[in-house]
């Protein structure tokens, strides 16, 4: 017996630029647009995809943490603002750290689920350039357990918790072999990036990435085992993507064939109190996606393409192998030999990720699957990979914390 | 007394000046630094800022605190370690604001110098007269104890000089910073004859603490600093004279200007470096080395000109620059001064073009200063840029050269005359505090 009870579907996918650093609209010391532009500009970009939006039943937005970045709670309150079909309609604001977009989208589809609605509309955003890196380094820190780590906590707190991952790996794997397929990671990402015009990244004009990304840290101001390049930087965008039952697209019009079946989720939660249990292993991770395959009744072999959540270089490779797709041990070697390339065994963050694309942290969860799904679409422009007819799958994992909340989300292509 | 003893009172004065206040947030962090350390927590820290201008005294309130605040948020990862035993500390944005409470609470603003009576350690950026410093220094020799040691920043008065008229006997050191003074890596510094080796010990450990470059030189008027600024911007005003006969004196200062920043590789034109610097201040540092030096080739017509003008350069107090030999718009040449006109004549694409077709092109494979400054290669195309010069015949090609040849006498006098210990001093002062790519005694003539 499949897992859904009734077919789900995704489309209207849509996100807006990662700004911040890097990209050429982007002054520190100039006004920018604030967390209503991006909420706006997502939901205009995904209903301009759809004929009859009045059919939307209900909305739904994932976000970090905008009380403290931007002061601003209760976002529920601007869907009716950004379009009128949301008025009087329910709408809510989910939370799950850097995966709150990753609920958002589980939020969506177990309502269509549930028999509740026949048409979600799903939104992420962040806007975090509001503060210098420091003190969102404290914003975001609310990630992990403010009682009982922060205090004893490093200055970038979750750089530091990545930088400890790296150091045990090395620690583990040896430091050349883990360190190269860091970089080459840095390296795919930023390529990737260049192929995406709404990337933070995308006017990257670095002739020796691979260099780059070796660079050495530095411990005095910043962490022990990773560089700045080994990190997703600091972003502002939103995301918004429509989910449906059958009726539902029928209802809104949207032709099945511009649409791709969603046919399981696991989400999965850790105890945010304890230490991870392996630091070279997202075991979290691991555990969502064999869940989610399970319930596909699919293997990591029948993935087309993938998107993971990187928020550190680190963190890509164990996403990888918390994927399943390579043994324990040689995440390292299959990044370095060009597997998760775009035209590799099994392309992975194809529009950037999270290092090449940008990081808004609540709008993550549902960028990664309106990439996933452009992809099985065929609506992936310059960035659009090969989905081999025999494996019409993809699959988004999105993490929250130190591998603490966890989606892990399937797509498959229309038939 | 120690260094760590020394910095537990001390006193800027002229604190609320360019320089008095850049030396006042990197002793002020350093001060605090040592307040949080266990074992000082029973001691009391003060520094005292000094500023005869009570208006300004106030605006260093708020810019100390800004300073303060970004010094914190740049080094959060040492402060986080230094405040652990702080249980109320958690988040970043407390531990910076602790630090910057901390370190403002050692500071003490006033307008009255008798507040240095207790401090070990004087420094004073007052403005560059040596009357008044001397005046300063009698006062300060009555109030302070014997221990306490002075370090000018004068760019020019010998110490010497000030030692004897103000009879420190010997605790004064030239300790001069560059502009500005938290940004700049280099400190000249100048023992006058009668110095202790205490002194000269604490000027080496503080600029070890300060993580600067000290360069020792020698103490004649002028120093290596302006010992060779000076003199290369009268040859460039020199220059300016004779060529000014052909290409009228607008175009003759474009000329001048152009060759030494764009064939020479500096990061600004001559002009625009006697702008920045001020040509008050550049008349003024010319007066007391004429005086000192008794050399009366230590003077400018043009510059005593533009003094009398009026037209004087240096900066806004938000450091940006003031309209001098050249005019700017956001800190960017837009025009030149016509000083028999007397308003400014502004460069446009025409005659840019004309001029820039009379000095002739650069050699090929352009560099530029800036494209240069992280080069590894550098030395290496430095040296294929002027080799390509020198074959050049062009009206900028021969300037430069000549700009080049006058450099490098400049500083072979500096060591001949005994101002500079050796080349490599002087090279070291212009590559550090004047960002030069390459030392004046240099292959390249
Ligand atoms: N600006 C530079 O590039 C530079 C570089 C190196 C050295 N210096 C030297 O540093 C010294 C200061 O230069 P600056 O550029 O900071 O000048 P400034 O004019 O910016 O500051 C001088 C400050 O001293 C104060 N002052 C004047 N007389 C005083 C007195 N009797 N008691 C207390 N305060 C008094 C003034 O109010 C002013 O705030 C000079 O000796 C100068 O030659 C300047």
């Given at each position: 017996m499949p897992f859904f009870r009734k077919k789900v579907y995704a489309c209207g996918g849509y996100y807006t630029i990662s700004l911040g650093t890097g990209r050429k609209e982007f002054h520190p010391k100039k006004p920018r647009p604030g967390i209503e532009h991006y909420i706006k500009e997502a939901i205009q970009g995904s209903i301009d995809q759809v004929q009859s939006p009045e059919h939307i039943d209900e909305g739904v937005i994932g976000n970090f943490i905008a009380s403290r970045f931007c002061h601003q709670g209760n976002l529920g309150g601007f869907f009716p603002m950004a379009h009128k079909t949301f008025q009087y309609k329910p709408c809510m604001r989910v939370e799950g750290a850097c995966?709150?977009?990753?609920?958002?989208?589980?939020?969506?589809?177990?309502?269509?689920?549930?028999?509740?609605?026949?048409?979600?509309?799903c939104v992420g955003v962040e806007v975090q350039n509001s503060v210098k890196a420091i003190y969102g380094a404290d914003y975001l820190a609310a990630a992990g357990w403010y009682a009982g780590e922060r205090k004893n906590g490093h200055a970038y707190?979750?750089?530091?918790?990545?930088?400890?991952?790296?150091?045990?790996?090395?620690?583990?794997?040896?430091?050349?072999?883990?360190?190269?397929?860091?970089?080459?990671?840095?390296?795919?990402?930023?390529?990737?990036?260049?192929?995406?015009?709404?990337?933070?990244?995308?006017?990257?004009?670095?002739?020796?990435?691979?260099?780059?990304?070796?660079?050495?840290?530095?411990?005095?101001?910043?962490?022990?085992?990773?560089?700045?390049?080994?990190?997703?930087?600091?972003?502002?965008?939103?995301?918004?993507?429509?989910?449906?039952?059958?009726e539902g697209l029928k209802n809104i019009g949207v032709d099945k064939k511009d649409a791709v079946e969603v046919v399981s989720y696991a989400q999965v939660?850790?105890?945010?109190?304890?230490?991870?249990?392996?630091?070279?292993?997202?075991?979290?991770?691991?555990?969502?996606?064999?869940?989610?395959?399970?319930?596909?009744?699919?293997?990591?072999q029948d993935l087309s393409v993938l998107d993971v959540h990187d928020c550190f270089t680190v963190a890509g490779l164990l996403a990888i192998e918390?994927?399943?797709?390579?043994?324990?041990?040689?995440?390292?070697?299959?990044?370095?030999?060009?597997?998760?390339?775009?035209?590799?065994?099994?392309?992975?963050?194809?529009?950037?990720?999270?290092?090449?694309?940008?990081?808004p942290t609540g709008a993550t969860g549902v960028r990664q699957a309106v990439d996933v799904v452009h992809q099985l679409s065929n609506k992936a422009a310059d960035y659009q990979v090969a989905i081999h007819t025999d494996r019409p799958y993809g699959m988004i994992s999105s993490m929250g914390g130190d591998d603490k909340t966890v989606v892990a989300m399937i797509f498959r292509k229309s038939d | 007394m120690t260094l760590d003893e020394r910095l537990e009172n001390v006193a800027v004065?002229?604190?609320?000046?360019?320089?008095?206040?850049?030396?006042?947030?990197?002793?002020?962090?350093?001060?605090?630094?040592?307040?949080?350390?266990?074992?000082?927590?029973?001691?009391?820290?003060?520094?005292?800022?000094?500023?005869?201008?009570?208006?300004?005294?106030?605006?260093?309130?708020?810019?100390?605190?800004?300073?303060?605040?970004?010094?914190?948020?740049?080094?959060?990862?040492?402060?986080?370690?230094?405040?652990?035993?702080?249980?109320?500390?958690?988040?970043?944005?407390q531990v910076i604001d602790a630090f910057v409470d901390d370190s403002g609470s050692v500071l003490n603003f006033s307008p009255d110098m008798s507040v240095a009576r207790n401090a070990h350690m004087v420094f004073e950026a007052i403005l560059e007269d040596e009357k008044i410093k001397i005046k300063l220094y009698k006062k300060l020799k009555k109030i302070c104890p014997d221990h306490t040691y002075f370090l000018t920043n004068t760019s020019s008065i010998p110490i010497s000089f000030l030692d004897e008229h103000a009879g420190l006997d010997g605790r004064i050191i030239g300790y001069h910073f560059y502009n500005p003074p938290v940004v700049q890596r280099l400190v000249e510094v100048i023992s006058p004859k009668a110095m202790n080796d205490e002194l000269k010990?604490?000027?080496?450990?503080?600029?070890?603490?300060?993580?600067?470059?000290?360069?020792?030189?020698?103490?004649?008027?002028?120093?290596i600093g302006n010992g060779h600024f000076m003199r290369d911007g009268l040859y460039a005003l020199s220059e300016l004279e004779r060529l000014q006969r052909t290409y009228r004196q607008v175009g003759a200062l474009y000329v001048m200007n152009t060759v030494s920043q764009n064939f020479l590789l500096r990061p600004m034109g001559i002009f625009q470096l006697i702008d920045y610097v001020g040509i008050d201040i550049f008349q003024c540092i010319l007066k007391v080395m004429r005086t000192h030096l008794g050399d009366a080739r230590l003077r400018s017509k043009t510059i005593d000109r533009m003094v009398k003008l009026g037209v004087l350069g240096g900066q806004y107090s938000d450091g940006s620059q003031k309209n001098g030999f050249l005019q700017y718009e956001k800190s960017r040449p837009v025009g030149i001064f016509n000083i028999r006109k007397k308003e400014y004549f502004t460069i446009n694409d025409r005659w840019k073009k004309k001029m820039d077709g009379i000095i002739g092109p650069l050699p090929d494979g352009l560099v530029s200063w800036k494209g240069l400054l992280m080069d590894p290669g550098r030395k290496d195309r430095l040296h294929t840029h002027f080799t390509a010069l020198k074959a050049i015949d062009s009206l900028g090609a021969q300037l430069a050269v000549s700009f080049l040849q006058k450099t490098k006498a400049i500083g072979e006098e500096l060591v001949k005359s005994g101002v500079a210990r050796s080349a490599d001093d002087v090279n070291a002062v212009l590559t550090n505090g004047f960002y030069w790519l390459y030392g004046p005694i240099n292959e390249y003539v």
């Open positions: 995966d709150s977009g990753g609920l958002a989208l589980v939020a969506s589809v177990k309502t269509i689920l549930a028999d509740i609605a026949e048409c979600v509309l707190f979750f750089p530091d918790k990545f930088s400890q991952r790296a150091g045990a790996c090395f620690e583990k794997f040896g430091f050349d072999p883990f360190r190269s397929g860091m970089a080459q990671w840095y390296t795919n990402a930023i390529e990737n990036a260049r192929k995406n015009p709404k990337a933070q990244e995308y006017h990257n004009r670095n002739t020796s990435l691979y260099e780059t990304g070796l660079s050495a840290p530095n411990p005095k101001a910043f962490c022990e085992h990773i560089n700045v390049f080994d990190c997703s930087k600091v972003s502002d965008g939103g995301a918004a993507l429509i989910f449906a039952s059958e939660q850790d105890n945010i109190t304890t230490a991870p249990p392996d630091l070279t292993k997202l075991t979290t991770c691991q555990i969502a996606a064999q869940r989610a395959y399970e319930r596909a009744g699919i293997t990591p918390a994927a399943g797709l390579v043994e324990y041990g040689e995440v390292a070697a299959f990044v370095k030999e060009g597997n998760t390339k775009r035209d590799g065994t099994i392309p992975t963050n194809t529009s950037g990720g999270l290092i090449g694309y940008g990081h | 004065i002229g604190a609320a000046g360019k320089m008095g206040s850049g030396i006042a947030v990197m002793i002020a962090q350093e001060m605090a630094k040592l307040k949080l350390q266990p074992e000082n927590s029973d001691k009391i820290y003060r520094l005292y800022l000094i500023d005869i201008n009570e208006k300004a005294l106030d605006g260093l309130r708020s810019y100390m605190k800004a300073q303060l605040t970004k010094v914190a948020e740049k080094s959060t990862v040492l402060l986080r370690s230094l405040y652990t035993a702080r249980e109320d500390l958690v988040e970043n944005r010990q604490l000027g080496s450990q503080l600029g070890e603490r300060l993580r600067k470059k000290l360069v020792p030189s020698n103490d004649i008027s002028g120093f």
